[in-house]
């Protein structure tokens, strides 16, 4: 079984930071694309930031110059340094990954369980 565990979630005043970060652990033989989406209250899950398994990063135009997104590839773990935080980014936050469990296997797309971010004004 794979698990996706998600940590660094927290309150924090608007222009604050907050360090995010994503493990994978269970069989897993490689892990392709991870990243983080969100969800605020109310509102559809949004995609924030990816990026491969060569480092290359994508990220939402609404986070673009405020969140970076980094890759330990020998712990297959990833981290989302967010800065200057503002209420709007308040929402849980959802990490992926693309797993693929064994060599004979398909990748299979995971989600953590989430960790909140609150931004207060």
């Known amino acids: 079984q794979v698990q996706l565990v998600e940590s660094g979630g927290g309150l924090v005043q608007s222009g604050g930071s907050l360090r995010l970060s994503c493990a994978p652990s269970?069989?897993?033989?490689?892990?392709?694309?991870m990243g983080w989406y969100r969800q605020a209250p109310g509102k559809q899950r949004e995609f924030v930031a990816r990026?491969?398994?060569?480092?290359?990063?994508t990220y939402a135009d609404s986070v673009k110059a405020r969140f970076t997104l980094s890759r330990d590839s020998a712990r297959n773990t990833v981290h989302l340094q967010t800065n200057g935080l503002k209420p709007e980014d308040t929402a849980v936050y959802y990490c992926?990954?693309?797993?693929?469990?064994?060599?004979?296997?398909?990748?299979?797309?995971?989600w953590g369980q989430g960790t909140q971010v609150l931004v207060s004004s």
């Open positions: 992926y990954g693309i797993v693929q469990k064994s060599r004979s296997s398909r990748p299979e797309h995971y």
């Open positions: 269970g069989s897993i033989f490689s892990i392709y694309d």
């Open positions: 990026i491969t398994a060569d480092g290359s990063t």
